[in-house]
Structures are given as C-alpha cells and as structure tokens.
C-alpha cells in the first residue's frame, strides 16, 4: 500500500502535509516538519515584512472546534524564502509549499516577483482567503478581484503555484470560481481555508473567546469537515483534470483522509488537530489511512481518489 500522491510532475511520498498557519511559523516548526513523517510542509502564509499580527488572546480551541483571528503574525518573505532555499539545497529531491498572503495586490506581485526571481524551485501557495486582516476582505470572496489577481500574476510567473480558498456555500459560487480558475495553468488548489468570522462564546464567563474583532474568527476542526467535503467535490467536478485539489479541513482521523480523497483530493493538509497533536499526527493518520486502505483492497490512494458515489 502507498499514500503517495503527484501533483505537478512532483511526486511526494504520503499524500498528508500541515495546513498553513499552524506550526510553520518558524524554523523549529519547519525543521519538526521536515523530521516528520509528512510528505511535504507549508511555510506560515508570508507577508512582505514581518508582522506581529492581531493582539492575544487570538485562537482557541474547542473540542471539535477552533477559532483564530491571529491577523497573519509572520516573519516576513525573506525569511521562509530563506528557509525553503537552503531545504531544497539540502534536499534537492523533495518539493514543498512556500505560503504568500499579500494584504494588497502590489504586495502579492511584489513577493510573486522575488520568488519568481529566486532559485526556489517548489510550490507557492497564494493565499486569497485570509478572513482576519482588520479592514480587509478576503479576496476569494470577491470574484473580479481574483480574476484580476490570477490575470497580473502568470504575466509574469512561471514557477508552480496554487491558490487557497475560502469555503463556499452555493454551488453557483462553485460555478463561478472553477470558471475563472480554469483560465489558468495552476498546479492546485486548496479548499478550504478557515470558515470566516464566527463567533464562539463562553456563557460562563459571557464574554467572547478571543480579542480581535470582537471575537469574530476562522473556524476550524471536525465541524468543518461536511463544508470542506462540499468544496472539494465541488471543485473535483469542476475543475479541469491538470489542477490538482488540496483538500482542507476537519481531518482528525484516518477515515476523514479518506473521505477527502474519495470527493477528489490529491493531498490534504491538517491544521487544527496538527496544533493539537504535533508532528506524531502524521505516523497515526498513515496508519489509519493505510488500515483503511487494505481492509477496502485499495493499494494506492489513486484507486478511490474522486470516486464518491451519488444516489444516481
Ligand atoms: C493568512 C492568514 C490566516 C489566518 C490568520 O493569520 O489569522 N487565519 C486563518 O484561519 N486563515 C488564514 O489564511
């Protein structure tokens, strides 16, 4: 049985990485990453300066849930840029993801730009769904503004690049972004990021659960996970076959892999439960995945990925 999966002419190994934001901040995170069983690693999002991000208390955890309004705290693009050179330098083999968040256009072409002008050679993942920059709304959500996104930035790249997603919840929406995005050579797409800006409260207490905005943050963990599905297949059915998905969100176990798989995902990043667990994650959710996998006949993840099955 094999969990690996390509993406991009690149093949990696386990078919599992970390979401971006979580545990990747800094070069212990990243280094964690690389020692782990993981079969790539995304940088925390990148702006082109650092930033120390919102005020804390910022993030919480629930049982199920978690809810963040961190505001893109972040070492800036020449730090992970850094990173990621000298990684590949030490391991030309294997490809991982470097994360840009721009808060304006100038700023995305700009970091697009000095990557596109660097020896990184992996992936970029352009994140177009951050939900907790104060004042600033998440441009997946805006669909001319991702058009003219995608319209500036292969002027000029031509290094891979996927973008990240927010969830959405009509499946005009889906209609309409898979119509954009299939106007472009992307290697990926994730789905989903963050549900943005719920509120969680604590009635003991009767005060909200994080500083910024109020309490409004991103939502993430095992609630997520039908939304997240939804979007993956969402986007599976719409997308043409060469953008590959990334799919996001609710993954605890083994068999929440394997239902993203199964809806069309080529690789799946875990965020809320790999803050909780750390970098073992990745050995259970292998195993797990891999107990599934034989139980069903399956030996690699290509014989199930999209093959959900409908009433007709
Ligand atoms: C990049 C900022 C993001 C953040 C953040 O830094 O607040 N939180 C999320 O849940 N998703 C994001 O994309």
């Known amino acids: 049985t094999t969990l690996a999966t390509t993406i991009g002419g690149k093949t990696f190994d386990n078919c599992m990485m970390n979401a971006a934001g979580v545990r990747c ?31 804390s208390p910022r993030m919480h955890t629930l049982l199920k849930a978690s809810i963040n309004s961190m505001g893109l705290p972040n070492n800036g693009l020449d730090y992970y840029l850094d990173y990621v050179i000298r990684d590949q330098q030490k391991r030309p083999d294997s490809t991982n993801f470097l994360s840009v968040a721009g808060t304006s256009l100038e700023d ?7 990557i596109q002008d660097s020896e990184y050679t992996g992936f970029v993942e352009l994140n177009l769904s951050c939900p907790n920059v104060p004042g600033k709304p998440q441009v997946g959500y805006d669909f001319d503004r991702v058009h003219a996104v995608l319209e500036h930035v292969f002027d000029f790249y031509t290094k891979p690049l996927g973008v990240k997603l ?8 889906f209609d309409q972004i898979a119509a954009i995005l299939n106007q472009y050579p992307l290697t990926f797409v994730n789905s989903i990021n963050s549900i943005g800006n719920a509120l969680v409260v604590d009635p003991r207490s009767e005060q909200v659960v994080i500083r910024p905005k109020g309490g409004f943050g991103g939502i993430g963990g095992a609630i997520v996970k039908p939304t ?9 059915l719409r997308l043409k076959p060469e953008i590959k998905i990334i799919g996001t969100g609710g993954i605890i176990n083994g068999v929440d892999v394997f239902e993203h798989i199964l809806c069309g995902a080529s690789m799946v990043q875990i ?7 750390g970098p073992a994650l990745f050995d259970r959710l292998a195993k797990e995945l891999t107990e599934i996998m034989a139980e069903k006949g399956y030996s690699s993840i290509e014989d199930f990925r ?7």
Request: zero cysteines; hydrophobic letters at 35%.
């Open 228 to 236: 997240a599905l939804a979007n993956v297949r969402g986007l599976a």
């Open 271 to 277: 965020g809320t439960q790999f803050g909780y667990e």
């Open 306 to 312: 999209g093959k959900l099955k409908t009433f007709d």
């Open 166 to 173: 927010p969830p959405y919840f009509d499946l005009v929406h």
């Open 25 to 55: 901040q800094n070069k212990k995170d990243l280094d964690a990453l690389v020692q782990s069983n993981a079969g790539a690693y995304v940088t925390k999002s990148a702006t082109p300066q650092e930033r120390a991000g919102n005020p």
């Open 108 to 114: 995305n072409l700009a970091m697009l730009h000095q």
